[in-house]
């Protein structure tokens, strides 16, 4: 029997079934819209795009209430008996609608990554598991294959693979306490470094020769806390999403909600693919994405929903293809070693070891280096002088390079700006012009600090993003005052130049 190939995943996320329950003219539009036209339009698919994987990420109930769960079970029936693929092919994260915010009150929340850690510590406590209650005890009632976390199953975060996948599941609501939660989440380096240690995530200088190895969890980085996103100011702890990032080649994530977008990257080389709600209503251009994966690059679409059709209203969007970090995976495994060399250790030279090798003259010698290298008193106190005047050289140069910038460093700013370039872009196409004015005093102190190891061409493009954003601002609040986004904009001409 051949093995079952998992290679094309209906990505969807924010189904919220159980919100509308109290209305039978919702249950009915819901109907419609996903019984009727979503599954005929996947099962209409051509055969390169029927999906042979379900990533859920978060959301799939609407109140964390065990009537939510029916609902959704008997939907997905539907769908996986028209797909004719198991519930073994169902990967699910949990969203911050599949917690029973009666229990989550009860609890606070951390304000710092210290907290944040202790308070996610391994094994995790009672307090945070029973408030996805609902959701942890439908999974295995229904079928969902559990996750592996801690030496036991666990529905709320773990890993698991599915054929030559291997799927990371993380938990981006713990802390969720209902409202004004953006910038309060915690997604848990704690979890994520028990998972590296177990072998369920690749470590980073591995992860080119590994199994494709995709994350799941429901929160985008802009409503993860601060400390999640950047480098502890101790310089005590890593950016829990940067450390995740380089340790998986694609990130999955929903909530917000949005319409249909292409991919984008996550510190240069790893696929972020952001869902939009599967089901907002039935006049919302609600949306799943269809990714089919190769050995080294994915292809991404959107299938997405037009309230305004009256025909069957689910229709394909335009592919993007995108190369995965795996580039290192083409390299020759097993390199030549020469045999006949001898290995000088040269101590002291920039800090590290170095080493030279001494071959033998052409025609002649012998393979033991005892009888090959054979060197006088007065050629070995030269050989001293000689080192030590290379230690000397290589202390100097060293000096000269803690001058120059790390490429990490230009990489790390670089990535720090453009993110927060997307965030407040994001803002200000929802109008949310305060927590925009926030991101935009981060990133005029980022320009600051970082300015001069960033491009010319993104310091211009990131004072555009704060001129286009002063001035919707403005605009939206029917003011008059420009002076600050002509600054933004002078600023954006004085870096072209």
């Known amino acids: 029997m051949s093995k079952q190939r998992y290679n094309v995943i209906l990505h969807i996320s924010d189904l919220h079934f159980g919100w509308d329950c109290k209305s039978e003219q919702a249950l009915s539009e819901r109907k419609v819209v996903l019984e009727q036209k979503f599954i005929r339009a996947v099962r209409d698919l051509d055969p390169q795009l029927r999906p042979n994987v379900i990533c859920i990420t978060g959301d799939l109930g609407g109140r964390g209430q065990a009537s939510d769960y029916i609902l959704a079970g008997d939907w997905l029936d539907i769908l996986l008996r028209d797909l004719k693929i198991g519930k073994e092919a169902v990967v699910i994260c ?12 009860r609890c606070g929340r951390p304000t710092s990554y210290k907290k944040a850690d202790d308070e996610l510590k391994i094994p995790l406590a009672q307090t945070y598991t029973e408030r996805f209650g609902a959701f942890a005890d439908w999974c295995p009632e229904w079928g969902v294959e559990p996750l592996e976390f801690h030496g036991q199953n666990n529905y709320l975060v773990g890993s698991r693979a599915l054929g030559d ?34 072998g369920h995530l690749p470590n980073c200088e591995d992860l080119a020769q590994s199994p494709i190895t995709i994350a799941l969890f429901h929160h985008p980085l802009r409503c993860l806390h601060e400390a999640e996103e ?3 100011s101790d310089h005590k702890r890593p950016s829990t999403f940067d450390y995740l990032c380089e340790r998986c080649h694609v990130v999955l994530t929903g909530h917000t909600h949005r319409r249909a977008r292409a991919p984008d990257l996550l510190k240069v080389k790893t696929v972020h693919i952001e869902a939009g709600a599967a089901y907002q209503g039935h006049s919302y251009y609600n949306s799943v994405g269809i990714i089919r994966l190769g050995e080294d690059r994915l292809w991404h679409r959107w299938l997405e929903y037009d309230p305004s059709s009256d025909r069957n209203g689910w229709a394909l969007g335009k592919e993007h293809m995108v190369r995965l970090h795996r580039e290192r995976a083409r390299l020759v495994a097993d390199e030549y070693e020469p045999e006949d060399r001898t290995i000088l250790v040269v101590p002291g030279i920039m800090g590290t070891s170095r080493q030279r090798e001494i071959q033998p003259e052409s025609g002649g010698g012998t393979k033991e280096p005892e009888r090959r290298v054979r060197l006088s008193q007065a050629t070995i106190s030269t ?4 080192l030590v005047g290379l230690a ?10 803690r001058e120059i910038p790390r490429q990490d460093d230009v ?15 994001e803002l200000i196409e929802v109008m949310e012009f305060n927590a925009a004015l926030e991101q935009a005093a981060r990133l005029e102190r980022e320009l600051d600090k970082a300015g001069p190891l960033v491009s010319s061409e ?11 954003m002063e001035s919707e ?4 609040l029917g003011a008059s005052d420009l002076s600050k986004a002509e600054y933004y904009l002078e600023r954006a001409h004085h870096a072209q130049r």
Do not use: T
């Not at 000397?392 to 390079?401: K, M, S, V």
């Not at 993104?458 to 286009?468: G, H, P, R």
């Open 94 to 105: 949990p969203g911050n609608h599949d917690v029973d915010i009666d229990k989550a009150l």
């Open 165 to 198: 996948i291997r799927f990371v599941v993380l938990n981006s609501a713990w802390f969720f306490r209902g409202k004004n939660d953006d910038r309060k989440m915690w997604l848990g380096l704690p979890h994520i470094k028990h998972m590296e240690s177990e």
């Open 230 to 232: 950047e480098r502890a």
């Open 383 to 386: 050989a001293d002088e000689v």
């Open 392 to 401: 000397r050289a290589g202390d100097a140069i060293e000096a000269r390079l």
């Open 411 to 425: 990489e790390d700013a670089a990535i720090r700006v453009d993110r927060l370039m997307r965030q407040i872009w």
């Open 458 to 468: 993104m310091v211009s493009q990131a004072y555009y993003c704060l001129f286009k």
């Open 473 to 476: 601002r403005v605009r939206h």
